[in-house]
């Protein structure tokens, strides 16, 4: 049986110990060369006798101390694809790696029995003592059934070699990216200057013969420069991790190019979870040179930190919802271009008791313009150019979102929400710039005066918008100032209905109006009495801010859907820098209003008061038992057609259509239809709208025959005619005789 035998020794450096040791890779290593049989009656798996033994004493160069025990192991190449197979032997970590391991003997040698197959590459012998530093010379011998050669590794197969020492400690025991501390872990920095292959390894020190060891990892990433550490490690931005063991070392192989933007990586070792201490070496093994390197922040992040909590009112949801508004915001006051990633972090699931992560997300919000306190009060108007930047939504322990800010004469406003209104928890928002900037909460005292009502529209009060004669239906609301207000109101309608089914989604608006002096209610839209209005959209919330002067009336807020006959739920919130205060208008006058319908046609369709058929026009005799205010509204329908004579015609617009008003004097019988139409007390425009509006005022009790018209004589159509008072009145119809 063939058998060779090489000497050796372990010295120095070359003193690793045994694989329980990051340093057992720097043992001297041997090549061993199986050959093929070249008989194909000897084409089986040899056997190899393998023999490791110290040295006689006289050989042990003034190191008369023997090893606390000494073995060795046998290895297979580098299981890669690539040519590096046959290199200095780094990992032992692979099981089917390595091809057969002596025991670790104090005296005499250790030996070891294989049955090895013939490879390409050669296996690798790696001699080793129990501990590091223990020096001694060794003989090794080999025996085998087919030839073979057994030599020293050429000292051309070494790889340049990089390492760095580091500690887990306190707060840098970050634990891995799923902790929002990872950040604090130490961060080495990688600079290539050619492609190299390389080998990136993690060794924790932990015990004597490695016990006690913690779940390590680390994570390569990217940065510019190298200036600053990394604070945000999304999974697209991880280039290579290793896995997480608890083993004393775990690599990665790899091909380093350099960067296109000239910058270095960036390893993070970690421990999986956090508040795991050790030291560790960080070694990166090469073909080519590297720099392996501390990451020393030159340009230090500035870093402020706040604690909070989404709880009732506040956890409004994301900007899809009208609520938005009620959650915690906080002012970033910019004077100078400035950097800044935003991180918001909640606590893991099970820390609070749940069995999921509740959706979370990050905007930051141009801020509101405006004067005086009021720049520096809660954001509440919002369009789609506000949006500055969004982390999105994620079901994660952790979101976050960079963006650059340019000098603002406002804050900008950084709004932490979840995705879904109601969602409570607490929070920590970290704010990252590369200028100092202070991070400020809203404050109580500056917070705008807020009040809300909840309504519906429902039979008796969808009157649709002013463009309908039924507007006054709609739910009216009072509201005084004492003192000039910058007011800012939102009309929301609900996603979900009780028991949970989808809400309608109403075209809605709403308007401020001036009231009316010893009024309850508001029953003339004027153009002149507009304070403000919001536009009107098919949508979850319309907004309009407007500037209320003290009145000597209540304004009077109008909520409406754009149809009428749209039942829904509304919500009103109101926000004012100063206080004021609301109630809704309930009609005490319900059972005062009158309604009659009339038609014009035929005979009937007299036209105006410039036509001599102006008499012939319906008749109504209005009764008035109290002094006050009654309001006369004449509405035709908004049907697409019309009759003018005997043809029907497809209606463009509406009939000029108006109201007269004439007082009963005397003792005229009031079931008279009056003839005498040259004198009436009151008049409304004729015009093309869906009503024409008529305001009578009353000294006490009275009577008074009104009549509708249209224009032109013959314009035939159906009329509605309602009397609005807030005492009884009497509306009938006078019948020819």
């Keep these: 049986m063939p058998e060779q035998s090489v000497r050796g020794e372990w010295r120095g450096k070359t003193a690793g110990g045994s694989k329980h040791f990051a340093t057992w890779r720097n043992n001297p290593q041997y090549f061993l060369y199986l050959e093929h049989p070249t008989n194909k009656d000897d084409d089986v798996t040899p056997c190899v006798k393998l023999s490791l033994a110290l040295a006689p004493p006289s050989d042990r160069q003034g190191s008369p101390r023997a090893p606390n025990g000494f073995g060795f192991y046998v290895v297979k190449s580098m299981a890669s694809a690539s040519r590096h197979r046959s290199q200095q032997l780094l990992r032992l970590a692979s099981p089917r790696a390595v091809a057969g391991v002596s025991g670790f003997v104090a005296r005499g040698e250790a030996t070891c029995e294989l049955t090895l197959p013939p490879l390409r590459d050669p296996y690798i012998i790696v001699p080793a003592t129990t501990d590091p530093g223990e020096e001694a010379a060794f003989l090794l011998t080999v025996w085998s059934e087919h030839n073979f050669t057994l030599q020293p590794m050429p000292p051309g197969l070494k790889w340049k070699e990089a390492h760095v020492e580091g500690e887990w400690r306190g707060e840098s025991a970050g634990g891995c990216r799923h902790y929002s501390t990872w950040r604090n872990n130490p961060q080495y920095l990688i600079t290539v200057t050619k492609p190299t292959y390389a080998v990136l390894i993690l060794t924790q020190q932990a015990g004597t013969r490695g016990e006690d060891t913690a779940d390590i990892g680390f994570y390569v990433t990217a940065t510019p420069d190298g200036s600053?550490?990394?604070?945000?490690?999304?999974?697209?931005?991880?280039?290579?991790?290793?896995?997480?063991?608890?083993?004393?070392?775990?690599?990665?192989?790899?091909?380093?190019?350099?960067?296109?933007?000239?910058?270095?990586?960036?390893?993070?070792?970690?421990?999986?979870?956090?508040?795991?201490?050790?030291?560790?070496?960080?070694?990166?093994?090469?073909?080519?040179?590297?720099?392996?390197?501390?990451?020393?922040?030159?340009?230090?992040?500035?870093?402020?930190?706040?604690?909070?909590?989404?709880?009732?009112?506040?956890?409004?949801?994301?900007?899809?919802?009208?609520?938005?508004?009620?959650?915690?915001?906080?002012?970033?006051?910019?004077?100078?271009?400035?950097?800044?990633?935003?991180?918001?972090?909640?606590?893991?699931?099970?820390?609070?008791?749940?069995?999921?992560?509740?959706?979370?997300?990050?905007?930051?919000?141009?801020?509101?313009?405006?004067?005086?306190?009021?720049?520096?009060?809660?954001?509440?108007?919002?369009?789609?150019?506000?949006?500055?930047?969004?982390?999105?939504?994620?079901?994660?322990?952790?979101?976050?979102?960079?963006?650059?800010?340019?000098?603002?004469?406002?804050?900008?406003?950084?709004?932490?929400?979840?995705?879904?209104?109601?969602?409570?928890?607490?929070?920590?928002i970290v704010v990252y710039t590369d200028t100092p900037i202070p991070v400020l909460p809203v404050s109580t005292e500056l917070e705008w005066k807020h009040a809300a009502i909840e309504g519906c529209w429902s039979d008796t009060t969808m009157g649709g918008s002013w463009h309908f004669s039924s507007w006054r239906e709609n739910p009216q609301i009072m509201l005084s100032v004492d003192r000039p207000t910058r007011m800012f109101i939102v009309l929301s309608q609900p996603e979900l209905e009780g028991g949970g089914t989808h809400a309608p989604l109403h075209c809605i608006g709403f308007c401020v109006l001036r009231g009316e002096k010893n009024q309850t209610r508001k029953l003339v839209f004027r153009g002149d009495d507009v304070v403000a209005r919001s536009r009107f959209a098919t949508s979850r919330e319309v907004s309009c801010e407007v500037k209320l002067d003290p009145f000597s009336n209540p304004f009077v807020l109008?909520?409406?859907?754009?149809?009428?006959?749209?039942?829904?739920?509304?919500?009103?919130?109101?926000?004012?820098?100063?206080?004021?205060?609301?109630?809704?208008?309930?009609?005490?006058?319900?059972?005062?209003?009158?309604?009659?319908?009339?038609?014009?046609?035929?005979?009937?369709?007299?036209?105006?008061?410039?036509?001599?058929?102006?008499?012939?026009?319906?008749?109504?005799?209005?009764?008035?038992?109290?002094?006050?205010?009654?309001?006369?509204?004449?509405?035709?329908?908004?049907?697409?057609?019309?009759?003018v004579g005997k043809q029907v015609i497809e209606r463009c617009h509406f009939l000029s259509i108006g109201l007269y008003a004439f007082l009963v004097e005397g003792e005229t019988p009031r079931c008279r239809r009056r003839e005498d139409t040259s004198k009436p007390v009151a008049a409304s425009n004729i015009l093309p709208m869906a009503e024409a509006v008529l305001e009578l005022k009353t000294e006490g009790p009275s009577s008074f025959v009104i009549l509708p018209t249209t224009l032109n004589p013959g314009e035939s159509s159906t009329f509605t005619l309602t009397a609005f008072s807030d005492h009884r009145i009497d509306l009938l119809p006078l019948t020819h005789p």
């Excluded at 014009?600 to 410039?610: I, P």
């Design 228 to 428: 600053r550490r990394k604070v945000t490690l999304r999974s697209n931005d991880v280039i290579m991790k290793s896995h997480f063991a608890s083993t004393l070392e775990v690599s990665v192989e790899t091909e380093l190019v350099p960067r296109e933007d000239g910058g270095p990586y960036v390893l993070i070792p970690a421990t999986y979870s956090p508040g795991c201490e050790a030291s560790f070496v960080v070694s990166v093994f090469s073909d080519e040179e590297v720099r392996l390197e501390p990451l020393v922040e030159r340009q230090p992040w500035h870093e402020v930190a706040l604690a909070d909590e989404w709880k009732g009112w506040s956890a409004g949801g994301s900007l899809s919802h009208p609520s938005w508004r009620h959650n915690p915001q906080y002012f970033l006051p910019v004077s100078t271009t400035t950097t800044i990633i935003a991180l918001l972090a909640q606590p893991m699931a099970a820390e609070v008791g749940k069995d999921y992560l509740t959706s979370i997300g990050l905007y930051v919000l141009r801020g509101d313009t405006g004067t005086g306190s009021s720049v520096t009060k809660r954001k509440l108007k919002l369009s789609n150019e506000d949006i500055v930047a969004s982390s999105g939504f994620q079901s994660a322990w952790e979101v976050f979102l960079s963006a650059t800010l340019e000098p603002s004469d406002t804050p900008y406003v950084l709004v932490p929400c979840t995705q879904n209104v109601g969602e409570e928890g607490p929070f920590t």
């Design 558 to 643: 109008i909520p409406t859907t754009y149809d009428p006959n749209n039942q829904g739920i509304f919500r009103l919130a109101l926000h004012a820098e100063h206080d004021f205060t609301i109630h809704e208008s309930h009609p005490p006058w319900a059972n005062c209003d009158v309604s009659v319908t009339g038609k014009w046609t035929g005979s009937t369709a007299g036209g105006c008061m410039l036509h001599s058929s102006f008499a012939d026009n319906p008749q109504f005799i209005l009764t008035v038992e109290e002094k006050g205010c009654v309001v006369l509204s004449l509405a035709q329908p908004h049907e697409h057609e019309w009759e």
